[in-house]
């Protein structure tokens, strides 16, 4: 993904020139990991730019933050405030937002208790992720990490670096993305989403548990239930992946985005199918503000 590089960024309560926001080498989180962060859209809708499930990733990011050990220094409110302001000052429509805290500079090791703490929230227009329409993909060989290793339900940095090494991986093998077995063996998620496969007309979604439980797969999962779609979470095995009738990755990033091919074998009939399609429409509806029924999701900036 190539970024933008200009327009303001929010460091530590105050708004900056982009390339002015830099960090020493010597930064704890840039050694060890040491951070936590979030991935929000904002879409354009007629009444001006609004952020879906603000709420939501915010208590995210800071349930994350506990998980690490470490401390936001700035309220929930400070943090959601700051990300309409800095919305409004870049005189943007449609961004992709990614709050950050990480251990700073000053103390190195993995003891991070009193470390600084430095918080960020960078903004800028990011279109679909991988493409975004039908996607290829390959079960990685490598796990997902274990929940008996880390409090997985968080977003943390320094867990990324199983998703780059799985990601890589099915680059090389010709594919979009990975998707990450967990412990035992079962379907965990893809390296940046969550996944749906589609069977008999119901939705089936591995349980909480070895998964970050996105807030896209909760919305999903909501809208489903609303349509009248059943949604079973439950184990979901490799074979029972690759026959299903159809299969989706939920995350911020890429939004509904269907996988036609996984291992070089065809998903249903190879394109999208009708579920997944009725999904990703009515998401798109209810981002961009065209569903009353959903309005509380939205933040209007
Ligand atoms: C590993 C992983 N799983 C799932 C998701 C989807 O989460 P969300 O829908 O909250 O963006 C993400 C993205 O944040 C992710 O990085």
Redesign the pocket.
């Known amino acids: 993904m190539a970024i933008q590089k200009s327009g303001k960024i929010w460091l530590d309560g105050e708004i900056i020139n982009w390339e002015e926001a830099k960090v020493h080498v010597l930064t704890n989180a840039l050694h060890y990991g040491s951070g936590v962060f979030e ?1 929000i859209r904002c879409y354009k809708t007629d009444k001006g730019p609004t952020i879906f499930r603000l709420e939501d990733h915010i208590d995210r990011f800071y349930y994350s933050a506990g998980c690490l050990s470490i401390e936001i220094p700035f309220s929930k409110n400070d943090i959601k405030k700051s990300i309409t302001t800095l919305i409004k000052i870049n005189k943007i429509n449609e961004c992709y937002i990614r709050p950050i805290a990480f251990c700073g500079y000053g103390k190195l090791g993995l003891d991070v208790s009193g470390s600084k703490v430095n918080t960020a929230i960078i903004l800028w227009p990011w279109g679909a992720y991988l493409g975004g329409i039908e996607l290829s993909a390959v079960v990685s060989s490598y796990r997902r990490l274990s929940p008996k290793s880390v409090p997985i339900d968080a ?1 943390i940095s320094g867990y990324y670096a199983n ?1 780059i090494i799985a990601t890589m991986e099915a680059k090389k093998r010709g594919a979009d993305e990975a998707i990450l077995l967990d412990d035992n063996g079962y379907v965990a ?6 996944i749906f496969i589609v069977e008999n007309g119901k939705l089936y979604t591995p349980p909480k548990g070895a ?2 439980p ?4 909760d919305s999903v999962m909501r809208i489903a239930k609303r349509e009248g779609i059943k949604v079973i979470e439950k184990d979901i095995s490799v074979s029972k992946l690759k026959n299903a009738e159809e299969v989706f990755f ?4 890429v939004e509904i985005c269907p996988v036609v091919k996984i291992d070089g074998q065809k998903i249903g009939k190879g394109k999208v199918g009708p579920i997944s399609l009725r999904i990703k429409e009515k998401y798109i509806r209810i981002t961009r503000g065209r569903d009353k029924k959903y309005k509380k999701w939205l933040t209007y900036v």
């Open positions: 991935g977003k998703s998620e893809g390296a940046g989403e969550n998964i970050l996105g807030i896209t797969r939920t995350g911020t990033a």
